[in-house]
């Protein structure tokens, strides 16, 4: 049985995705993340500390999960934001038994997309 990704030929790798999905502090960022939020936004929702959700968002953004989708500016720096980036994700079985991950991303940024791409 092979494991593979059906989005793109760019798509992290699927033991990625399953670390990041089989993470309970990353699902419950991942479930907090439905507009854009700074690190300190979610670290203050979730109840974590500022460390782990930089480590979590890391994770999450490495697995193609999460997108940094702007930069707030204050004072002398920039902020960044992060939103999750699909609307669903399934697991299963294509042709040869091959274990697919089917990320759908069409509609989960929204209005989001086009915010803030460049920094």
Same mark, same amino acid.
């Given at each position: +049985?092979? /494991?593979? $990704? =059906? &989005?793109?030929?760019? *798509?992290? #790798? $699927?033991?990625?995705?399953?670390? *990041? /999905?089989?993470? %309970?502090?990353c ?5 907090? /993340?439905?507009?854009? +939020? ?8 979730? %109840?974590?500390?500022? =460390?782990? &959700? !930089?480590?979590?968002l890391?994770?999450?953004?490495? #697995? ?6 702007e %930069? ?9 934001? !992060?939103v999750?980036? $699909? ?12 274990l ?12 989001? =997309?086009?915010v803030?791409?460049e $920094?």
């Amino acid at each position: +049985m092979s /494991l593979e $990704f =059906s &989005t793109s030929d760019d *798509a992290p #790798a $699927f033991e990625c995705v399953i670390a *990041a /999905l089989d993470d %309970g502090a990353c699902r419950e960022i991942v479930a907090v /993340l439905e507009k854009p +939020m700074t690190v300190h936004e979610v670290a203050e929702v979730t %109840g974590r500390p500022l =460390s782990t &959700t !930089y480590r979590k968002l890391d994770s999450l953004s490495e #697995a193609g999960l999460v997108e940094e989708v702007e %930069g707030i500016r204050q004072e002398r720096h920039r902020k960044s934001r !992060y939103v999750a980036n $699909f609307e669903r994700l399934s697991i299963g079985f294509a042709d040869g038994n091959e274990l697919r991950v089917d990320i759908d991303r069409s509609a989960a940024l929204g209005l989001w =997309s086009n915010v803030g791409q460049e $920094f």
